[in-house]
């Protein structure tokens, strides 16, 4: 079965600053990797997907993630933050049987502060 | 431009109760699925449906029941709430690009 972990519950940075949130995943298979963002009182809204191909992936919002096989990793990166994103934001690792229909795993999240 | 609209999005049960949450997708997706978002465990599958009268289960079924009769709606069923069922759950649905697109919760309270 796969999992998900993220290991920073809180992280706080100033707005301007670049942002790295990590995400380990365990999948015995090639996984297809997402993150999500949840902005308070909201459901969740797709950032950027990883299927196969490139393993640098651009999503909404200015944000990037790179799949790292190696290290099982899929790190969200943001050269500069702004205070709009402060949210909490989710790992996921699918296991579809095709690209449409995917059983997320979720990571139990990070929540972004961004300080003036 | 709906999306995915979950009713209702506030309950208080009593431990007992029964009550169903509805969820109604007007993008013509195949998939659906519901999920409970608890403090600290991020968002664990309860059961999902791959089409028109077919579910499944996933990681915590559980006292939950779920029906997909129609294509657009996708409900869950609670036949005797437990306090342990206080959550805040999403329904979501996905077609072929692998994205899910959620709803804006349905936030349970059971005393």
């Known amino acids: 079965a796969q999992s998900v972990t993220q290991p920073d519950i809180h992280i706080t940075v100033s707005e301007g600053a670049s942002l790295e949130l990590r995400c380990n995943y365990s999948y015995g298979a090639t996984p297809y990797l997402f993150w999500y963002v949840q902005s308070p009182g909201q459901g969740l809204q797709l950032l950027l997907k990883y299927f196969s191909g490139d393993t640098l992936v651009q999503g909404i919002k200015g944000f990037e993630a790179e799949f790292k096989r190696s290290q099982s990793s899929f790190n969200l990166r943001k050269p500069s933050v702004h205070w709009s994103d402060a949210a909490e934001y989710f790992c996921a690792v699918g296991a579809g049987l095709n690209t449409g229909f995917q059983k997320l795993v979720f990571g139990t999240g990070t929540r972004l502060l961004v300080s003036p | 431009n709906a999306g995915v609209t979950q009713t209702p999005k506030f309950r208080v049960l009593k431990t007992g109760q029964s009550m169903t949450l509805l969820c109604a997708q007007d993008?013509?997706?195949?998939?659906m699925y519901w999920y409970r978002q608890d403090p600290g465990m991020g968002l664990r599958l309860i059961h999902y449906?791959?089409?028109?009268?077919?579910?499944a289960k996933g990681e915590v079924p559980d006292g939950y029941n779920v029906s997909r009769l129609k294509k657009q709606n996708f409900l869950l069923g609670l036949e005797s709430a437990a306090p342990s069922q206080t959550s805040v759950y999403f329904c979501a649905s996905s077609r072929d690009t692998g994205e899910l697109f959620f709803g804006e919760g349905s936030r349970l309270t059971v005393l």
């Open positions: 993008m013509n997706h195949e998939y």
């Open positions: 449906s791959v089409g028109e009268g077919t579910t």
